[in-house]
């Protein structure tokens, strides 16, 4: 059975670098499934920074929507889904039901062989926004992590590049 | 003497079930002390969420501004105060002396015999906000979370409805 | 060698405090390194209420862009730098390279003989800034502070005034 990781923490607060770690721990080769659209500049640099950083270990598959997919595609060696988050929001963006796709992808976790490392993000832990839909977000986001961890082996909150370990 | 238990984390971090898990622990009935108002639909509807999830071994108190009242009202039963956050916005909305009100009822807490409780958010952890009421707020917010837990025999930080031993 | 510890925490969260208490323990005078610039009336009020709380052992210093020159001038005493956040927002306001600025500063740890204790501030765990600069901002302090981490022998998150140990 796989064993389920959560990195979580702040923006830039090292969670990507900790979680490919981990996940190389697994297994000598990793597949790295990207959640991010590039839409814009500032995000397809973030995008190829990311890349660079990561050495030829890694095969990299793009999941902004079917997550499911290719957590059953990828079955073969340990997984680094980045991130939770930006799933997440490419779900509502596109008006999607988060909801059901989210406990669905749980619901198939115990089958998996491969380990599966998740990344996400903290965010609901400033002012409360004056938009609604950014309130919405960040209530989603902080159910979607409790949802995960609940069903994690592990859970580590990255603070400063540095793991704080929660579960 | 009461026990004093401080549960905060940042917004649907799990801190209310972390809560109320927290306050049966101390007696199979207990008493839910609701700082929240409904002035909208949308903050109805999180009560409701709230309320719905809590079975019939707790008695729900509303107390927006009298928070000590409630306490002293109450000492027959451990109490859960949701949340610390919500009654500073309501005091410094009012224009009350939050400071006062807050020491008032910390030194009340040792005369206390039922076990408090509180839940609070983290609100200090994203960008400087623009508006100097949000500033002034998550100021205040920070400090009263300080003097809670210097005075609390417990303090969790709840990350992804997990604890996060402090204190 | 010098001892380097980075506390790093919200808002209001009390890492000032656990900094003057840390670096005290590490000598019976001590150097307070300030990145503050009073631009207006609200910071003014902020740097004087952090002053009076001080005591006569401290020994002020301020140091809003050459943070290097002020540890260099003051190795004969621990050190407290409050705060780093504000001195990369000197640095960026002032668009200057902080990159290499923070690079020079951390190569020169080393070489310092009496302990350096940074305060740093979290701002990455709200929701995303629609403003570029503030993006840019929460990104940039990310990285410094996981880059003073990598080298500090400590690092604490202050939690409502309470050290939680991260390394």
Redesign the interface.
Known sequence: MARVV?I???????KSMLAEQRTLQAGSVAHYIATAQAFDS?MAARIATHRDRRGPEWRTHEAPLDLLGALCATDDAPRLVDCLTLWLSNLMLAELDWQSRAREMIAALPVLRQPVVFV?N????????DN?L??A???????L??W???HADE?I?S????P?K??
Chains 1, 2, 3 share one sequence.
């Open positions: 959560l979580t923490g702040g923006a830039r607060s090292g500032e996400s903290e965010v609901g832990m400033g002012i409360v926004p609604p950014a309130r977000f960040r209530d989603a986001a902080g159910t992590n409790q995960i961890a609940a859970v909150l603070v400063s590049g540095l704080l929660v579960k």
